[in-house]
């Protein structure tokens, strides 16, 4: 269920609809204003920082990495249909499978709660991912989606939902092969039943109804490094409510900086700089599909997007997903487009704060606009969108490794 890529490029650019933090804690302590790290300065090198996974590390550690003796291709050929198991794993006694209907009100509200309760947390268990509903519709229910693909795992007794692992179809092009693949994601086990050896039977069964489907190949991410990794990611934010990130511990104030200065050096401009930006609507689809088809040529993997798919994964929807591009006010030409998604935070233990809301860049494509005019101008968005108390600005950086 791997793709494998031996000549190893330069660039790849993978879409990363679920986000692992590293650390948020490190990252913020790089954020913190000082003389070697201004956040409106030069933001081009990667950090050093101990949580990065250097590629020759990876290198040692997979063999196979970089080795231009490999042919390419699928690391396993498809079986027959005819030979893929027709029925489920077995789960330990107590539990049973379940497809879980995300349309329903209520079992989209005990995905929610078993996530926000027991999904991704940074190192240091300060933030843990608090998806909202919306997003986990708008996340589960792409084009084409298989329902089956949507796995729990309940108590047999209680019927509580304890385990949850996801796939959605996605076409992704490597090199010039179109390729159906499922894209993993969502895997959490309750925090009662860590450790008993769970997440590999989910990830079983959810290989397995993929392949009932005839889809031999997968892309996920995670947070560990796992057989065998073709790209890293490294995060940067951007503070957009500095005093509040101080005061939940995500950010640290800088060394000889006060309070007041911080609130100054990461104050936004009132405007946007660029002729022509506004929000994307539907009838830019068509435009938009262009121009991000056209972007993602440069990248050896990238998901081979359509009509259908900018408009589910591009259109604005409040609160998931936000969209803007550039019409040339001479010609009416779109020329660049920005977009983010909001993914906020649960802070764990803090007595006075409770969410952190964070904007992440998603795709970007400038043409015309200088590409930091158009992030700049992007930046004041969530700001004002929601007059945010809490603003976090999240860009990732995709390195193959
Ligand atoms: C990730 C998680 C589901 C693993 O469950 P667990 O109860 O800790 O571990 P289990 O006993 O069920 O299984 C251990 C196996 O899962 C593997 N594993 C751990 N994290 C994994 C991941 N993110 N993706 C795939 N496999 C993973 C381990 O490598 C181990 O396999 P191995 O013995 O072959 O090395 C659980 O820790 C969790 O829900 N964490 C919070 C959410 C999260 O991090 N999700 C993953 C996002 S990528």
């Known amino acids: 269920m791997k793709i494998e890529i031996s000549k190893m490029p330069m660039h790849v650019d993978v879409r990363v ?19 070697n790290n201004v956040p409106s300065g030069d933001n081009s090198k990667p950090p050093e920082n101990e949580n990065e996974i250097s ?3 990876l ?8 080795d231009t003796s490999l042919p390419e291709g699928p690391i396993e050929q498809p079986t027959p249909l005819s ?15 379940i497809t879980c209907d995300i349309d329903s009100e209520e079992v989209s509200s005990e995905v929610y709660t078993l996530l926000t309760n027991n999904y991704v947390e940074d190192d240091e268990n300060m933030f843990r991912f608090n998806y909202s509903k919306e997003f986990l519709r708008w996340a589960l229910r792409p084009p084409g989606y ?4 949507h796995i ?25 092969a179109i390729v159906l693949m499922a894209e993993v994601n969502f895997l959490c086990v309750h925090k009662k039943l860590r450790s008993k050896r769970l997440a590999p039977v989910m990830i079983k ?5 993929v392949h009932l489907e005839n889809i031999w190949q997968a892309a996920y991410t995670a947070g560990v490094v796992l057989p065998t990794p073709i790209t890293t990611c490294q995060y940067w934010h951007r503070s957009l409510n500095p005093k509040k990130l101080i005061d939940v511990g995500f950010s640290r104030l800088g060394a000889r900086m006060t309070m007041s200065r911080t609130i100054k050096l990461y104050k936004l401009p009132e405007q946007t700089a660029t002729p022509g930006f506004r929000k994307m609507e539907p009838h830019d689809v068509p435009a938009v599909t262009r121009l991000l088809r056209n972007y993602l040529k440069q990248f050896v993997v990238a998901p081979d997007f359509d009509e259908n798919d900018v408009e589910h994964w591009l259109l604005p929807k409040e609160d998931v997903i936000d969209s803007f591009l550039v019409e040339s006010p001479e010609t009416h030409e779109i020329t660049d487009f920005c977009s983010f998604y909001t993914l906020p935070s649960s802070i764990l233990g803090n007595q006075n704060h409770s ?5 992440y860049s998603y795709y970007n494509v400038a043409t015309k606009t200088p590409l930091l005019q158009l992030i700049n101008d992007a930046l004041m968005l969530p700001r004002r969108r929601t007059t945010m108390s809490s603003m976090l600005w999240m860009l990732c950086k995709m390195r193959l490794s």
């Open 146 to 149: 298989f329902r089956s693909w």
């Open 17 to 35: 609809n679920e986000m692992k933090r590293p650390s948020l804690l490190r990252m913020a302590e790089n954020d913190a204003p000082s003389e």
């Open 355 to 359: 969410i952190l809301k964070a904007a």
């Open 83 to 97: 030979e893929v198991k027709q029925e489920p794993y077995n789960l330990p006694g107590p539990y049973e499978w």
């Open 205 to 209: 069964e959810v290989t397995r109804r």
């Open 59 to 66: 290198a040692k550690k997979f063999k196979d990495l970089g």
């Open 152 to 176: 729990g795992v309940r108590v047999k007794s209680s019927k509580k939902l304890v385990a949850f692992i996801t796939g959605i179809p996605a076409k992704i092009r490597v090199r010039d």
């Open 55 to 57: 590629i020759d590390a």
